[in-house]
């Protein structure tokens, strides 16, 4: 079957603008997460859904940042006014259950490069 | 607080030699331990895991990995590289009470000599 998809794959834009970035996790996976990683940096973890929950969402960086999901599938990452510190990429991956030892099947990752 | 060392940020073995990438976690008990690659372009790929039992564990495209509790240890092993081998390497960790989502290491980037 299809694996996680991320539109788009690249985004560029200018600085102050909003930005949204789309997750289609597996098919049957409830648990979703995003993570960022920015240029010579590991992944940070940002947020992560059960359902259409978002029960944690202190490690987003900024109040900038929010999410959602919906139907307990396609997610929704948006950055409000965008800063140059935002550039980075941003990957999505979603498992069978939140607890980490459900493997975590990652996208392709959003490329975002704030001018 | 759960953290994931890789001391080797950048790696060069010639084709057909061994390779260890090193990671070390910092955690209060056994967590789970992971290693993922990640290829130009692409999504992070599991490679191996460990949760319990044998420390020896063995992966895809050959890698195997070795835990050593008492060096807080998971490091990364192949006995011959393949140039298909380049890739960045990430490990990271899962505690067993969370919310599932993993701490990485910075990676480590791997480089074939022809």
């Known amino acids: 079957g299809a694996g996680v998809s991320q539109s788009p794959s690249n985004k560029v834009t200018e600085k102050g603008k909003d930005v949204e970035l789309r997750c289609d996790p597996i098919?049957?996976?409830?648990?979703l997460y995003w993570y960022r990683q920015s240029l010579g940096q590991g992944l940070e973890f940002l947020i992560y859904?059960?359902?259409?929950?978002?029960?944690?969402k202190s490690g987003l960086p900024s109040d900038r940042f929010s999410a959602e999901r919906t139907g307990g599938s396609v997610s929704t990452l948006t950055i409000q006014r965008t800063q140059q510190e935002d550039s980075a990429v941003y990957l999505c991956?979603?498992?069978?259950?939140?607890?980490?030892?459900?493997?975590?099947?990652f996208g392709p990752g959003t490329r975002l490069t704030v001018l | 607080a759960q953290s994931v060392t890789q001391p080797d940020i950048h790696i060069t073995v010639s084709e057909g030699a061994s390779l260890e990438l090193r990671c070390n976690y910092s955690?209060?008990?056994?967590?789970?331990l992971f290693w993922y690659v990640q290829s130009p372009g692409q999504g992070l790929q599991l490679l191996l895991k460990?949760?319990?039992?044998?420390?020896l564990v063995q992966g895809i495209k050959g890698f195997e990995a070795e835990f050593k509790r008492s060096q807080s240890s998971f490091n990364l092993r192949k006995p011959s590289v393949h140039w298909s081998d380049a890739a960045e390497y990430f490990c990271?960790?899962?505690?067993?009470?969370?919310?599932?989502?993993?701490?990485f290491g910075k990676g480590t980037k791997l480089s074939v000599k022809p």
């Open positions: 991956a979603s498992s069978l259950g939140v607890a980490s030892y459900n493997e975590q099947f």
């Open positions: 098919s049957g996976h409830t648990a």
């Open positions: 859904f059960q359902g259409n929950s978002a029960p944690d």
């Open positions: 955690y209060g008990a056994t967590p789970y």
């Open positions: 460990y949760f319990s039992g044998d420390t």
């Open positions: 990271a960790v899962g505690a067993r009470r969370s919310q599932g989502n993993l701490i």
